[in-house]
């Protein structure tokens, strides 16, 4: 049996982090991974450009049970730190649009520069390795299929239950569980939303068509495009506010959020009497989405043989579209998980467990969940960084 001062479970995105600044403090860092290789969520995200962090990190913007919890971490290592990072290690990159930060080439550079760190400061990394049981006496014992290994602290890094074809597992849920830590029932956020009905036969023949608009639920709103599928809708603002959105709410969408929707056919009913409502509405809307909507509201009349009364209706329905999703597309399609181990059992400077000495719990597995935008990453890199200057 080999013995280390940390084993950290899962070598993604925070576990890379926490090893790579734990064993720049001199401890004998163990990382390990069921995958062939490391880093995998890495290399997929961002269009494969990794969306590594957001200029705009602040701790409203993160989903918890315990809304204070990420505040520490997120303030202790920042957007800006990981920036210095990637510059040391001359890694072009640029702001696409709302704070988000990409790299200019390959989101392999970012994983290489975390492996390279890890290298330098003498990470023993193995992969390929299936754990089969963690026990603790005096300290942690973790067996696999490729031997034993013993240390004081053991961080668990390994995700959660998104992308299952990547390898996500609920295993840090089981041992979060094992050893009497509360988990909040997981499910999946920044997820494309399913309808059902007239809605899913609109959205079919709408499929592939975006528009900018704002998505809402509740008190809660975002405005960026969205995407009609060929199963419901897609696109950043559905995707944002799938992780506020529970089975049985209500959806309200406001498709022309840049417009006086009501005053502008008014006056288009006036000053250009004889054009069709699809070519009006072409105006604001994209083609297809105009032509579609006019079919419903006037088929091919002419505005001006449109009554005043389906024109208020039209623009109703256009800034609040009422619709009720019939479910997400699941754990394959969810970019993030929302909920996880309750942070209440955990340090929010240190990320250990109050009940478990040396039991340390970061990244998605947690109950701390970003928007879209690189503000999961920011969370894997901070709680990681805190994990490793505690380990």
């Given amino acids: 049996m080999e013995s280390f001062d940390v084993i950290i479970v899962g070598a993604g995105a925070a576990g890379l982090m926490c090893a790579m600044t734990a064993g720049s403090r001199g401890r004998r860092v163990l990382l ?18 990794c969306n ?13 049970a315990n809304p204070h919890f990420c505040k520490s971490a997120l303030s202790r290592y920042t957007q800006h730190d990981f920036i210095a990072l990637v510059e040391r290690h001359r890694i072009l990159y640029h702001e696409k649009t709302l704070g988000q930060l990409f790299c200019d080439g390959s989101a392999r550079e970012i994983l290489a520069m975390l492996l390279a760190e890890c290298k330098a400061a003498d990470v023993d990394l193995r992969t390929g390795l299936s754990v089969t049981d963690i026990t603790r006496a005096d300290r942690f014992r973790i067996e696999t299929n490729k031997g034993s290994f013993a240390a004081p602290a053991l961080v668990l890094a390994t995700g959660a239950l998104s992308i299952p074809k990547m390898g996500a597992t609920g295993f840090a849920y089981d041992t979060a569980r094992r050893f009497d830590l ?6 999946p956020g920044l997820v494309p939303l399913k309808v059902t009905g007239e809605m899913l036969e609109l959205c079919r023949t709408l499929s592939g068509v975006s528009v900018d608009a704002i998505a809402s639920c509740g008190r809660d709103s975002f405005r960026e495009n969205i995407l009609f599928t060929h199963r419901g809708l897609s696109g950043p603002a559905i995707l944002q506010i799938s992780s506020y ?17 009501e005053g502008f056919l008014a006056d288009r009913k006036r000053t250009r009497p004889k054009a069709e409502l ?32 389906d024109l208020l209706e039209l623009a109703r329905r256009l800034k609040r579209w009422q ?35 040396g039991l340390f719990a970061i990244g998605e597995a947690v109950d701390v969940t970003g928007w879209l935008g690189g503000y999961n990453f920011q969370w894997a890199w901070s709680s990681g960084w805190c994990a490793g200057q505690a380990v």
């Fill in 32 to 49: 390990l991974e069921h995958n062939d290789q490391p880093g995998a969520k890495i290399l997929i995200s961002g269009g494969g450009r």
């Fill in 52 to 64: 590594f962090t957001n200029l705009e990190i602040a701790p409203e913007r993160f989903l918890s």
């Fill in 182 to 187: 509360a988990v909040i029932e997981p499910r």
């Fill in 245 to 261: 959105w529970r089975e049985g709410d209500a959806l309200s969408l406001n498709l022309t959020p840049s417009s006086d929707i």
């Fill in 278 to 309: 699809k070519t009006i509405l072409a105006e604001v809307l994209p083609t297809r989405l105009a032509h579609t909507l006019a079919r419903t509201a006037a088929s091919n009349l002419t505005i001006a043989n449109v009554p005043d009364r």
């Fill in 323 to 357: 619709l009720k999703p019939s479910g997400s597309e699941g754990w394959p399609k969810a970019e993030v998980t929302v909920c996880g181990i309750d942070t209440r059992a955990l340090s929010s400077k240190t990320m250990e467990a109050r009940a478990v000495r």
